[in-house]
């Protein structure tokens, strides 16, 4: 007798109380009922055709118990009895079997709309996730294009005074260069002028020196 099936047990301590090893008698029963997973599969209502076997394998086999039996050889009603008993615990079995399935069916239901509803809020936790990284990215370059935008600035006032530095070094020079150029122009106007005043004086000596040589002359007549 398999003893994985639910009905091992209560048909090992049955049949031995109707005079019968359950060793030997039990298969013949329990092949009177249908696989639980066939029952189950074929989605049946519990009534009385979830039995199994049809009436008249169920009292052949219901004979064959009874005439070897060494108590309860005469005894039709326990025959009948235990062929009632094995068809409810059957049906009490088969209820508890497809409330389970249904119960870890809606589980199962549950635990994927869990699922599905945990999509769009990791969804949502991503996109806030970059959306703080985008951020955090936007204010980095933001603070990069400051800190370029501070050393620009600090060139160009460099290079600012640097040129500013260059232009008043330039008027500077041009301010000597002028003063010099006047300078130079001062002197040389007055040397012109001392030459001038020299020449015109050369010019008045000639002239007294030739108004001389001719008085001389003059006279010597």
Do not use: C
Not at 12 to 31: A, F, I, S
Not at 60 to 84: I, P, R, T, Y
């Amino acid at each position: 007798m398999d003893e994985d099936h639910f009905l091992a047990s209560f048909l090992g301590e049955k049949l031995p109380t109707l005079g019968l090893d359950p060793e030997t008698y039990g298969p013949y029963l329990l092949g009177l009922l249908p696989a639980d997973d066939e029952a189950l599969l074929d989605g049946n209502d519990v009534d009385d055709n979830n039995s199994g076997a049809d009436d008249e394998e169920w009292d052949g086999v219901l004979e064959l118990l009874q005439a070897s039996s060494e108590s309860h050889s005469d005894d039709v009603d326990a025959w009948q009895a235990l062929k009632k008993e094995l068809q409810d615990r059957y049906r009490t079995h088969l209820v508890e079997a497809k409330n389970q399935k249904a119960e870890e069916d809606a589980q199962r239901l549950e635990a994927a709309k869990i699922a599905a509803a945990a999509i769009p809020e990791e969804t949502k936790k991503e996109e806030k996730k970059s959306s703080v990284i985008d951020e955090e990215a936007k204010k980095a370059m933001l603070a990069r294009f400051a800190y370029e935008n501070d050393d620009e600035d600090e060139d160009e006032e460099g290079e600012l005074a640097h040129v500013n530095v260059n232009k008043e070094a330039a008027k500077q020079q041009s301010l000597e260069n002028a003063k010099e150029l006047r300078k130079v122009k001062g002197q040389t106007k007055k040397e012109e002028q001392q030459k001038t005043k020299q020449a015109k004086q050369d010019k008045i000596k000639l002239k007294e020196e030739r108004r001389n040589r001719a008085n001389k002359g003059e006279r010597k007549r």
